[in-house]
C-alpha cells in the first residue's frame, strides 16, 4: 500500500462508504475506501501546492474509487490549459462510473472555451460510455450560456447510445437547456426529437427544476410520450 493509499483509509468513513456504494452500481465494492468529497478536495489542493501531483497523476490505473476521485479533483484544479486538456484525455479510458466521471470539471476549460468544441466532437463520436458522457457534461457546464449556439442542441440530441449513463446526461442536459435556453431547446421535445425514454426523462428533470416557470411546466407535461422505454 502506498503512503497515500494509506492516508486515503485512515480518513475513511464507514458510513459515508456504505451510503457511496448505494450510487455506484458500476463500482466494485472493495475498490470504495469512503473518503468524504471535501476531504478529498483539500488533498488536492495540498497536493497541487506541494509539487506532489504529477507523480501521482502518471500513476494510472490506480486501486481505488477514491484515487480516481482525487485524480478528478487534481485536473479540476489544474491552471494550465493544454495540461489540463492532457491529463483529462489521459484520465477519460479509466473512468468507469458517473461519479467520477461527473466531479471531473476542468477549471482551465472555462479561459480556453472557443478551442473545446472541436475535442468534444471527438469524445461525442466516441462511442465510449464516460468520454460521451463527460463530453455532454462539458457542453451544459460551457455553452449554455453566453457561449451558446443551437448547433450544440443538435449535437447533443444526434447522440443515440444504449447506455444509461448517456442518455441520462442527454436527459439533463436538455433539462437544463430548458431552463437557460427554452425557445431553442423546445422544438426538440415538441418534436420528439430525442429517443423516448430520454425525451421523457428530460421533462421529468425539467420539472423538477425552480429555474422552470410553472407555465412552462405545465406545457412540458403535454409533451410526455407515454409507455416510453
Given at each position: 500500500m502506498t503512503p497515500l493509499q494509506e492516508k486515503l483509509f485512515s480518513l475513511a468513513d464507514e458510513s459515508y462508504r456504505a451510503f457511496q456504494l448505494k450510487l455506484l452500481p458500476t463500482v466494485a465494492p472493495e475498490t470504495v475506501i469512503g473518503v468524504r468529497t471535501p476531504l478529498l478536495r483539500a488533498m488536492a489542493?495540498?497536493?497541487?501546492?506541494?509539487?506532489?501531483?504529477?507523480?501521482?497523476?502518471?500513476?494510472?490505473?490506480?486501486?481505488?474509487?477514491d484515487e480516481n476521485q482525487l485524480h478528478a479533483f487534481l485536473i479540476s484544479d489544474t491552471k494550465d490549459f493544454s495540461l489540463s486538456l492532457a491529463q483529462?484525455?489521459?484520465f477519460l479510458p479509466y473512468i468507469?462510473?458517473?461519479?467520477?466521471?461527473?466531479?471531473?470539471?476542468?477549471?482551465?476549460f472555462k479561459k480556453?472555451?472557443?478551442e473545446l468544441p472541436?475535442?468534444?466532437?471527438?469524445?461525442?463520436?466516441?462511442?465510449?460510455?464516460?468520454?460521451?458522457?463527460?463530453?455532454?457534461?462539458?457542453l451544459m457546464q460551457h455553452f449554455l450560456d453566453g457561449d451558446f449556439d443551437p448547433c450544440y442542441l443538435e449535437k447533443a440530441a444526434a447522440v443515440r447510445s444504449e447506455e444509461?449513463?448517456?442518455?441520462?446526461?442527454?436527459?439533463?442536459?436538455?433539462?437544463?437547456?430548458l431552463a437557460k435556453q427554452y425557445e431553442a431547446a423546445l422544438?426538440?421535445?415538441?418534436?420528439?426529437?430525442?429517443s423516448p425514454w430520454t425525451h421523457n426523462k428530460?421533462?421529468?428533470?425539467?420539472?423538477?427544476?425552480?429555474?422552470?416557470?410553472?407555465?412552462?411546466?405545465?406545457?412540458l407535461k403535454t409533451l410526455k410520450i407515454p409507455n416510453a422505454r
Open positions: 489542493k495540498d497536493m497541487l501546492k506541494a509539487g506532489e501531483a504529477e507523480e501521482f497523476l502518471s500513476s494510472l490505473p490506480h486501486a481505488y474509487f483529462v484525455e489521459a468507469d462510473n458517473w461519479a467520477t466521471c461527473d466531479q471531473l470539471s476542468p477549471k482551465a480556453r472555451r472557443d472541436p475535442v468534444l466532437d471527438g469524445w461525442l463520436s466516441s462511442g465510449e460510455t464516460y468520454r460521451m458522457r463527460f463530453a455532454l457534461g462539458m444509461y449513463y448517456v442518455n441520462m446526461m442527454i436527459a439533463w442536459y436538455f433539462a437544463t437547456a422544438p426538440y421535445l415538441a418534436e420528439k426529437r430525442l428530460a421533462i421529468q428533470k425539467a420539472l423538477e427544476s425552480y429555474r422552470v416557470p410553472p407555465e412552462r411546466k405545465e406545457y
